[in-house]
């Protein structure tokens, strides 16, 4: 796919990623496709299981599609999850209505009963989705691939599922650094599986989820997020150096600064909680970022959420800048409140 | 109380939060009364009611003795909850197995059901147990109060109780931001009342819980964590001018020098994520900091515990400071093990 990236120069969310600054940022929104689309209910409705959805092309690749139909955004964002990888590596993963559930490990010798690598559970449909997207999709529009970072992988796999808190993770962290090495880098190795395979169907661009990312002590950030997060970069950069790399280290915090200098990727994904004139300075001067609008804002929509994406596209509109939320778009958005989103965004410039 | 205070100038603790650099810190932990210790869930048994326990003056104080007679600790902290300020307000509160409920508000046509002031609900009994905790305390030890903070409490009183992301109080706050500010306002008036009633029995230094500070965007930040703070921390040195203030606004984040330098606190307490290389720079060259021990560190024990806790007190030992978690004791924690870190912070300097 590098040869078409290299045709292709003129996708704005591209340039943006190069390092550019364009007069309107390019936009999409994380968890664009998804509950608050009725065309999404109805098709989750039929294809019954989730799971199902993620692994049959077709549907995920008509779910990909959905939002960027109806909104127009730069980047679709292939339909898939983040524990598609712990299920590739062999744990049972079942979706119940208040969340994923996995049979927890809770010890280094649990990972005997998994996989050496993703191979375990075939993940080939999910290449077959992004090459499907990528023959819809306008040729203006980006497609993004993602995987969730390994900490954030690992932190699901021993808990079971979400949590508050992630107790019995950090437990297991700070008990047994060792075999918890060990689990971390058989995730990063399933992980590399699963984006090259998302690359190989024709995937743009990447992005690392560390949605639990905020809950480490910082030597444990220091080790379970950036550590790692730094050799999967390396190792996707010397098989694919030309797929960018965003990495969303949410709630990172005071972290941020070095998970931007130190990992590697080419651009970072901002949490609702970042200020922009502190970012500015210490993350976009030294590249780009993406986010970071409060997802309770585009739920809301109306003047608050105008105002707050105008403060936001000129805060950070002087440098290279990706237009996204802080967060996931909310179950109950109303689709009418990203329309309107869609339309601020390509108002030309005051 | 201000006499009282200045004739006891050797208090670890206070010297700390005088700005003194002490060979070792004083410490206390957040939650350290409460369901880890058996003498409390024997107590809590036979009281019933979790607000018959913080409303009875005896057994409130009965509690916060507890561990400051097993451990040693060099304050305690009244035995009390934040949401008795919505309480006093007149907002119906009940404890269930999984938190506290609030008949919750969602506009502001709502706060007419609210008391003006705290004065609604007699909130005495707060301060006849800070009288008794003084008696039975040792001259060593500083007893401290506290309170939420506005936008806290007002996140609990909008949602009704605990939530994972106050997503309705955030919608109220971008909403409404004048009927917002109505009921921030109220909350501030009653929480100066609740913290005025534990001043006057006794107790000598307050501590400012803003728990959910962390996930507010940053405007949300300055608008309802920092101006909020600053004007109830203006009022409370006016009236009591001797008693220092120590402000937690958890998860703040790239926030943290702000709130430090902005809304007049005595001295900051640090959450887990905050590093410590950047907070002496940042913060402690400004003024006392807290923290910031993993609470799941103190559940693990051992050698992690000790040497994270050695780490602490190297990074932080050279300016003032508090010993302290980054969040409140876990119930399942071993009291053998905050006895273990008794020891550790009692150690002969090496």
Redo the contacts between chains.
């Keep these: 796919m590098a040869d078409k990236t290299a045709k292709q120069p003129k996708k704005r969310l591209l340039r943006a990623l190069a390092g550019e600054t364009l007069d309107r940022p390019p936009w999409w929104l994380m968890r664009q496709a998804g509950r608050y689309l009725p065309e999404y209910r109805e098709l989750r409705e039929k294809a019954g299981d989730f799971i199902t959805l993620c692994l049959t092309p077709e549907l995920a690749a008509e779910v990909t599609m959905q939002p960027v139909r109806r909104f127009g955004m730069d980047a679709a964002i292939l339909f898939s999850d983040i524990l598609l990888v712990p299920r590739a590596l062999g744990q049972s993963l079942s979706y119940e209505d208040d969340g994923p559930r996995l049979e927890a490990i809770s010890e280094a010798a649990d990972l005997r009963r998994l996989a050496a690598r993703a191979a375990g559970i075939d993940l080939a449909p999910v290449g077959e989705a992004a090459r499907c997207v990528r023959k819809a999709l306008p040729d203006s529009t980006v497609l993004i691939g993602f995987a969730g970072a390994p900490w954030t992988v690992a932190a699901y796999m021993i808990e079971g599922g979400g949590s508050?808190d992630f107790?019995d993770a950090?437990?297991w962290m700070?008990?047994d650094p060792a075999g918890f090495a060990s689990l971390i880098e058989r995730i990063a190795d399933a992980t590399l599986d699963f984006l090259a395979i998302q690359i190989e169907g024709g995937v743009e661009v990447v992005q690392l989820f560390d949605s639990w990312a905020?809950?480490?002590?910082?030597?444990?950030?220091v080790d379970w997020v950036i550590a790692p997060t730094r050799r999967l970069v390396a190792e996707l950069k010397r098989r694919f150096p030309l797929i960018p790399i965003i990495g969303f280290p949410r709630?990172?915090?005071?972290?941020?600064e070095r998970y931007a200098a130190e990992t590697g990727v080419d651009a970072v994904s901002l949490d609702?909680?970042?200020?922009?004139?502190?970012a500015k300075a210490t993350l976009q001067s030294r590249l780009p970022v993406q986010g970071?609008l409060?997802p309770?804002?585009l739920?809301?929509g109306g003047a608050?959420m105008r105002e707050?994406v105008e403060?936001l596209c000129e805060a950070f509109g002087t440098g290279p800048y990706i237009f996204n939320l802080?967060h996931g778009v909310?179950r109950d958005t109303p689709p009418e409140h990203v329309m309107e989103l869609a339309r601020v965004l390509s108002a030309p410039v005051a």
Tied chains: 1, 2.
Excluded: W
């Excluded at 609702?272 to 502190?278: F, L, Q």
């Design positions: 508050r107790q950090k437990s700070f008990r905020g809950i480490l002590p910082p030597e444990g950030f709630g990172a915090g005071l972290m941020y609702t909680s970042v200020p922009p004139i502190i970071n409060d309770v804002l739920r809301l608050a707050a403060r802080g909310l």
